[in-house]
């Protein structure tokens, strides 16, 4: 089956900087209502505004391979990146997951991501891989990032938020 | 038509699985690269025969009316068709045709039912102390509902005051009965319980369970969607007050459902929707109601749908319930001992040799639910995956998720091969490790020979 890529069978049993790490400045928790699988999503931010970068994303995942190895990519992809880079990443990987399979999904902006391309051919299968993501803007949304330059999210997935420690 | 044998309790021959399989033009579809389609999730919804499709067209192309209204023909004809449907359906469960209501779906049936209890105002006259529920009062459930049989009563707590209590699921999938006597006390005003789950194919006792609820003056709630589609249900003796099932999982179309209940209850119970057809008079200062089961029925109705759903019981009728039933059984006895050879895949629910219902759900070993189900899915095997609408069962389980086939009479042995040959490919695949493990898919039912030693979690959890 192409949907299940190396890359994806690598992230998901081992997935890359998981674990709840402090200190961060947003903590969310995002679930996909039709299967249940969760992440709890932390993030820590440094220096503020357009300057700011993601200096961590730690994080608790479970579910599907698709949904544990996308938010393992997300992690490793945004991670050191300025928060602008970080939402273009995002708006790539969505964009590339809702297109059917007509996107094959640039490596220079998504990196591993690509490996997800044939995700797209799955709509059933997009939310899990958006999980991770939704639950990254949201955190951003709640650490006071102004994710407006991002149209609104294709995710449904539920979530809940707890402000964490300022770092 | 199908081979129908005479013989009432014969089991169906591979011929007349084969010809009634003729019936449903879906089945003979190809799924992913042309793969013949291996329907195995009739739970969620089952196809519909063209008997079925017919009658739905028939009505159109024939009579279309709004029912109870006007006095032209067709509006005569199409009112006899609704009408006849409905004492199809009634007899069929071996109830009268004024105790059954047509709904959408059986969640608007429970709705119905959960709504009467708020509806009934405590300053009504004359009010039945049966349906008015306060703080103090009690609902019980069990922890194996589907939510369609759970949140309901939850928001109804929320109306009223009233507090929501459930019965346990044991680890064999069977209900904590031990502890029925401290849930169901002279607070408990409804039991409600499903008559066989749709995750672990578990069978209620609803008649001693009806009975240990009617002994506290408790109403009895049975959600019957599993059921009535797969084994023989009559109403007259199953001890329950209200069943609730779906026309679309009973070979019917979607967009009906069916709320039974008592002439006597239904007689005092409050309107849930209110309008059209369903009054008996109105004035700009307040109405009165029509008699069960109009009373409940706001609104034009489903016609088509009621008039399909009734073909779909005369079809399920000319073949027998108790035949489908045994050839249901067979499936599933026939998967059971398929997954029961892979010591990697864990069946929750009862046992086997246990009677179960139509649904088998599974984890594999170190593999996500729905990471099983893409994999059959690429082998043109239609299964559900999730936590199918019963999610508080699930974390019971102790599982975010399984993997579901059920089953419906269209269904064969050599799909329960498809489907076991195809589970093969998983642990592979997600290179679970299968030591010891000697795959042989050419064995009867494509089983696995040899134990297997396992690493790994039933779901994937990173930390």
């Known amino acids: 089956m192409d949907l299940y890529q190396e890359l994806i069978l690598e992230h998901s049993k081992r997935p890359h900087r998981s674990g709840l790490r402090d200190p961060f400045d947003a903590e969310v928790h995002h679930v996909n209502p039709t299967c249940g699988d969760e992440v709890t999503l932390r993030l820590a931010l440094s220096g503020k505004g357009a300057a700011a970068v993601v200096r961590d994303v730690s994080y608790r995942a479970q579910g599907c391979s698709i949904s544990v190895a996308s938010t393992s990519v997300l992690a490793e992809e945004v991670t050191g990146r300025p928060v602008r880079e970080a939402l273009a990443t995002f708006e790539a990987m969505r964009s590339m997951l809702t297109s059917r399979g007509t996107e094959p999904g640039d490596a220079e902006t998504i990196g591993d991501g690509v490996a997800f391309a044939g995700v797209s051919k799955y709509p059933a299968r997009v939310k899990c891989a958006l999980l991770g993501w939704a639950a990254f803007t949201d955190a951003l949304a709640r650490a006071g990032v102004d994710i407006s330059t991002i149209s609104p999210t294709v995710s449904a997935s539920g979530s809940t938020a707890t402000q964490g420690v300022s770092s | ?463």
């Open chain 2, 1 to 463: 038509m199908p081979l129908r044998s005479s013989r009432v309790n014969a089991p169906l021959s591979d011929r007349e699985v084969a010809a009634l399989r003729g019936e449903f033009p879906v089945l003979t579809r190809t799924v992913r690269d042309d793969q013949p389609l291996v329907y195995l999730d009739s739970g969620a919804t089952s196809h519909k025969p063209t008997t079925v499709l017919d009658a739905e067209r028939s009505f159109y192309e024939q009579h279309n009316a709004a029912v109870h209204r006007g006095a032209h023909q067709l509006a005569e004809e199409a009112t006899d068709d609704f009408e006849a449907a409905r004492a199809t359906i009634a007899a069929f469960i071996g109830a009268p045709a004024d105790e059954v209501v047509f709904t959408k779906n059986a969640t608007e049936a429970l709705n119905l039912v959960a709504y009467a209890f708020s509806n009934a105002s405590p300053t009504d006259e004359p009010k039945d102390a049966r349906f008015v529920l306060g703080p103090g009062d009690e609902i019980l459930v069990t922890e194996m509902e589907h939510h369609a049989n759970l949140v309901p009563w939850q928001e109804l707590c929320r109306r009223t005051g009233a507090t929501l209590r459930w019965v346990p699921v044991r680890a064999d999938g069977s209900l904590e009965v031990s502890d029925l006597d401290a849930l169901l006390t002279d607070r408990t005003k409804v039991f409600a319980f499903t008559h066989v789950s749709n995750v672990l194919g578990t069978i209620n006792p609803v008649t001693e369970l009806a009975e240990r609820a009617h002994a506290v003056g408790a109403l009895v709630v049975v959600d019957a969607c599993q059921s009535v589609p797969h084994l023989a249900v009559d109403v007259a003796t199953l001890g329950a007050d209200f069943i609730a099932f779906s026309g679309h999982k009973l070979y019917g179309p979607m967009g009906i459902g069916v709320l039974w209940g008592r002439a006597e209850l239904l007689e005092v119970m409050p309107a849930f929707l209110t309008g059209g057809s369903m009054i008996e008079t109105v004035t700009m200062e307040r109405s009165t109601y029509a008699p069960a089961p109009q009373k409940f029925e706001a609104g034009v109705p489903n016609a088509a749908q009621a008039i399909g759903l009734a073909a779909a019981v005369t079809w399920v009728e000319a073949i027998g319930i108790d035949r489908i039933a045994a050839h249901e059984s067979a499936l599933v006895d026939a998967l059971m001992t398929g997954l029961a050879a892979r010591p990697w895949v864990r069946v929750v629910g009862p046992p086997p040799g246990t009677p179960r219902g139509g649904a088998v759900a599974f984890l594999v070993d170190g593999v996500h639910a729905h990471d099983v189900g893409q994999v059959l899915d690429d082998a043109g095997v239609a299964v559900r995956v999730g936590h199918h609408c019963a999610w508080p069962l699930h974390r019971a389980l102790g599982a975010a998720a399984t993997t579901r086939a059920s089953f419906a009479v269209y269904n064969t042995l050599d799909e329960v091969g498809v489907l076991l040959r195809a589970l093969d490919r998983v642990p592979a695949i997600f290179g679970v490790d299968l030591t010891e493990t000697d795959t042989d898919t050419d064995t009867d039912l494509g089983a696995t020979d040899g134990a297997a030693a396992l690493r790994g979690e039933s779901t994937r959890e990173a930390s």
